[in-house]
């Protein structure tokens, strides 16, 4: 069977770096297109890319010349990984153009009949797609996304139990990498011997994502889940990897061994199917005291594996924990990767 052909849109930033890296080798997909801003388009990628990453540049994407994010790529789908202020239209005119748009950006997630999916959580809801292509009259094309790089590993620790216990209250602290904020995002003498207790926009998407990927498709419309939830977003000293620490009230109460065993029973779709990029433990619980820590765990399964930590009571909800995931490659590129992997799996794309 030959391969689908996919283009980056975004290659040369911090998430499309990763994935040019993760879709080298893969057995279903292959890059054929790499496209940027118009001050890149023309280039080829290895000549222009600011590369920073430990493996070199792909030799299959070295030499390709970049293209301006216009719907006259030669692919079967694009993976998008742009600001939401480009992905409004550039993601939206590959959608009418026929193109299967997998997008890592913020702008369309929370439109109804758009999926919002992680695969092992709720890989239903995949099947909005035709509804979202009626009403928006697409032919080939449609939008599927995937969560905020914070979300994504929030989800992990509150799917497990929200199915086997009933979620009631979420309390969330994050402490976020500089790479959430993209290469251009942050100067490093505002970041080094400092924490900004701000990040734009970040608390509304992590108070209201983890809602939508935990309702309930029922064929015709996604309901949100009725749980509380408040967050407060920081952005620390830290290079790679998310850390979340989150207090929750549950509706059964479990003993605490059933809280864990609860979280490492966790697997999905992607793992019974064995999708290439899933990790074989979507979460991992940790037992040392000083554990997660972004430096240490943040490459456990390839940095596709969510780290769950400290799991212990909470003296004002029931229990608390802590959570490490990487932002580029669970919260970001590999989470983009394993949608495209779900919806190949699932019929959704073809060559
Ligand atoms: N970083 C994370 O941890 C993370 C996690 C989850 C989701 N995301 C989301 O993923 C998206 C990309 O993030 P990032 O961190 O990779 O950003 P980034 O490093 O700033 O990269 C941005 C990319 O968009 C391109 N671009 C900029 N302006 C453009 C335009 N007008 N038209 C077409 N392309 C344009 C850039 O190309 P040039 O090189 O030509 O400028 C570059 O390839 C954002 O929506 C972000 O919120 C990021």
């Known amino acids: 069977v030959r391969k689908l052909k996919v283009g980056i849109l ?27 801003s118009d001050k890149s388009a023309g280039f080829k990628y290895g000549a222009r890319v600011n590369w920073r990453q ?36 550039v993601e939206y005119a590959f959608a009418q153009a026929g ?42 094309g449609y939008l599927v996304t995937n969560p905020n790089c914070t979300t994504i590993g929030l989800c992990f620790g509150l799917a497990p139990l929200d199915a086997q216990f009933g979620l009631e209250k979420v309390l ?43 309702g309930r498709f029922d064929g015709r419309k996604i309901s949100y889940g009725d749980f509380a939830i408040s967050a407060q977003c920081n952005r620390v000293p830290v290079e790679d990897g998310h850390t979340i620490c989150v207090s929750v ?10 809280l864990k065993e609860c979280f490492r029973a966790f697997k999905g779709l992607p793992q019974e199917a064995r999708f290439p990029t899933a990790p074989h433990n979507p979460i991992v619980v940790l037992e040392e005291d000083n554990r997660p820590q972004p430096k240490l765990d943040r490459n456990l399964g390839a940095g596709m594996t969510t780290a769950i930590g400290r799991v212990r009571a909470c003296p004002i909800l ?7 995931s990487h932002n580029l490659v669970r919260g970001a590129a590999g989470a983009a990767l394993l949608n495209a992997e779900l919806l190949y799996h699932k019929g959704y794309l073809r060559g």
């Open 10 to 36: 975004g290659a040369t930033g911090a998430v499309g770096q990763h994935l040019v890296l993760a879709l080298e080798d893969h057995p279903w997909f292959e890059v054929s297109e790499v496209a940027a």
């Open 54 to 89: 430990a493996a070199p540049i792909p030799d299959a994407c070295r030499n390709l010349i970049i293209k301006e994010c216009v719907p006259e790529l030669a692919c079967d789908f694009v993976i998008a990984s742009l600001s939401a202020d480009v992905a409004k239209e």
């Open 99 to 140: 193109y299967p748009v997998i997008s890592n950006s913020s702008y369309y997630r929370m439109h109804e009949a758009v999926p919002l999916v992680i695969p092992e959580i709720n890989p239903d809801h995949i099947d909005a797609i035709p509804l979202q292509k009626s009403k928006e009259h697409f032919d080939k």
């Open 172 to 214: 969330v602290t994050t402490m976020q990498a500089i790479s959430g904020a993209g290469y251009t995002g942050l100067h490093a003498v505002d970041i080094v011997d400092n924490i900004i207790p701000w990040i734009s926009g970040e608390e509304a998407k992590v108070e209201s994502e983890p809602k939508k990927i935990l």
């Open 249 to 258: 009230a549950l509706k059964q109460k479990p003993r605490l061994a059933d």
């Open 318 to 324: 029931d229990y608390k924990f802590v959570i490490l």
